[in-house]
């Protein structure tokens, strides 16, 4: 007996030792409690990701209202009615117990994340300078900075002003620029004015560095016609510290005397235009150090007789390193850009394998309804990119590019060009209607160049996809676009020289011809796909809504299922679900399969959603809050489990 007994402890031990291996350690046991939502889209590479999975398919149809935030901007707007907010489309970001989150008007808001209470409020005074440029009274959200005790809360403001609040009180950071914010018309190199530049989107912040763009007054198309070229700021991207508010470097997208690119505005042109300007939000990658920049237009956005070459870095995914403002690499979308299609959205960054080779790679979604997939460090192509002929510009003085930019892989996900096979089609009356109710326009495939008779761009200026951008899930390499199919028609007009030095500027934005009263191309007028980027091929694609179904069916029309609706559903990818903001006629927050797209729950909201949900986890409870509603009506709804 005294033989076996090492045997039998030796066994003993190995159960012991097999036991534990099947319970996870006392850390590994601990339930997620907390979980921040620290950027805009979640991660500085903008997917909109969360890992959470709390509301999953067992649990979501208890999903309810956990508590609403009315907007500050509410009170100011009976107060100051000539002053009037865009919809609320901020997104929070949460830190710790707390959400942060900007308004139209210019507020910067803290919240407790878990109850909704008010914890303080700055005012930017955003109105004191008039109607901001563009799109007047609009903001997408605060950022965040920490450097050793330092916590900040880092907001642009649609009066040209950058701000710097401390986070646990929300008053000025006295060390930063003058009293805690930094004027952002100087240092451009060009007299700017108030009212033409503005600061909407939330910003990116590599290491000690927040990188900014611009809004810059459309001239034209608002109706304002500046009197000389110069009148539009020039759209460069610089860099600011973070400690002291000083202007790092500036990166000119307008390249300048001796700059690489400068070749490319012809005739001097790069003295004087304006805009090529990154108007929506930036991603990151802080380990390599670099910053994306989806540069938009150079104006006059849709006449570019007097800006004649391909104009880079105009309409250009540019990689700058975020340290110096050093230019990596580039990718020009569209040469010399004529409709308006600059690049809305920030591009999100995705670790792929494509043919077994893992790849950093950077999708940008476009209103032309391209994704071009590159190379995140060096630019190139993951699938072949190619120049093909487009139709030439019968604008005197107008000379289109004779190529642009076409990606082989993924496939379009919109329609592209008004053709035979974009056109209406549910009768033969309705396609013949059609057709003539076009026959005094000029139409075409891609990148047809507007017109003195009037052009219709298929997609418009709209896109496409737009500011709401795409989301990415890193388990699956899944990649979700919503668009919509946005047809305009864009028509030039000669000007008085007396009056502007433009030559030619766009007459108004133009609804497209209806054929009895429905849209003029094939549903669905908007939707949602699912690309897998390890392969570029398409999973699915849905329609984004119901839409004007039972209207077509009213027609005595075979039914033609959900056709979707013209409208932005900004997106939120979980473990568990891909969830849809959306008013489909009613406000609703959709939880939909995402291997699917087929809609599994669907919770009515108390306001029209207009910002991108977010999801964080505070106290084991995971939230889901949504900006919603405008004008007195302002409200951040967030959603929880019972």
Known sequence: M???????????????????????????AQPLTDYDWPTYANDPGSSKYADLDQINSGTVQDLEVAWIW?????????????????????????????????????????????????????????WEHGRPANNGFNHRGASFWQSGDKRRVIMGANNAFLWSLDADTGLPDPDFGDGGKVDLTVGLGREVGRAMYASSAALSIVGDIVILGAVIYDDPMFGRVPKKLTDLPPGHIRGFNLNTGEQEWIFHTIPQAGEAGNETWENGSWKVTGATNVWSLMSADKELGYVYLPVGTPGNDWYGGQRLGANLFGTSIVCLDAATGERV??????HHELWDYDLASAPNLVDITVDGREIKAIAQVSKQGFI???????????????????PPSNIPGERASPTQPFPTRPAPFEPQGISAETLIDFTPELRAEALELISIYDYGSLYTPPSERGTINMPG??????WTGAAFDPETSMYYIPSISNPIVVQLIKTDPAETEFEYIRSGIRNVPSPQGLPLVKPPYGRISAVNLNTGDY?????NAEGIRQTIIDKGISDPGPVGIGTYSPLLVTKSFLFQAITDGVPMLRAMDKKSGETVHEIELPGIPQGAPMSYMIDGKQYIAIASGG????????????
């Open 461 to 466: 200026w709209g896109g496409g996809a737009n």
């Open 329 to 334: 690499w580039h990718f020009q979308t569209t």
């Open 2 to 28: 005294l033989k076996q007994r090492p045997r039998l402890f030796l066994l003993l031990g190995i159960s012991l030792l097999i036991l534990a291996g099947n319970f996870p350690s006392s850390a590994q």
């Open 631 to 642: 004008g007195s009506e302002a409200k951040l709804i967030t959603l929880a489990l019972p």
């Open 70 to 126: 009315d907007s500050v901007d509410n009170a100011a707007f009976l107060e100051r009615p000539e002053f009037v907010p865009s919809g609320f489309k901020s997104t929070p970001i949460k830190i710790d117990d707390t959400l942060y989150v900007t308004t139209p008007l210019g507020h910067a808001v803290a919240l407790n994340a878990k109850t909704g209470e008010q914890k303080w409020v700055f005012n930017t005074n955003t």
């Open 539 to 543: 999973e699915w694609v849905r329609a």
């Open 372 to 390: 071009y997939v590159l190379d995140r460090i060096t630019g190139e192509p993951v699938w072949p990119i190619e120049e093909r002929p487009v």
